[in-house]
Nanobody, 120 residues
């Protein structure tokens, strides 16, 4: 049973920083893609940033230059450093992982979400 556990959300003033972390546990062959999504009230869930096992990264235009995603393949963790936060970054942030298993299967997993609130 794979679990994704997130930490690091909270309340911060505009211009401040937060760091989110996500750890995957379970019997995992490889995590192909790990990333962060967010969902603000009344809006659809959107991609914030993702990183592949090969080290490629992809960012939403709205966070480029402010957010940095990083991962530790050995520890099955991914982090999101968020700088210069804006009120429009307020949302529930979800960790996501596309995981391969020893039996050849693959599945997509989500964390429980962590609230990030940026005050103006």
């Amino acid at each position: 049973q794979v679990q994704l556990v997130e930490s690091g959300g909270g309340l911060v003033q505009a211009g401040g920083s937060l760091r989110l972390s996500c750890a995957a546990s379970g019997t995992i062959l490889r995590i192909n893609v790990m990333g962060w999504y967010r969902q603000a009230p009344g809006k659809q869930r959107e991609l914030v940033a993702l990183t592949t096992s090969g080290g490629s990264t992809n960012y939403a235009d709205s966070v480029k230059g402010r957010f940095t995603i990083s991962r530790d393949n050995a520890k099955n963790t991914v982090s999101l450093q968020m700088n210069s936060l804006k009120p429009e970054d307020t949302a529930v942030y979800y960790c996501n992982a596309l995981i391969s298993y020893y039996n050849g299967g693959r599945s997509d997993h989500w964390g429980q979400g962590t609230q990030v609130t940026v005050s103006s």
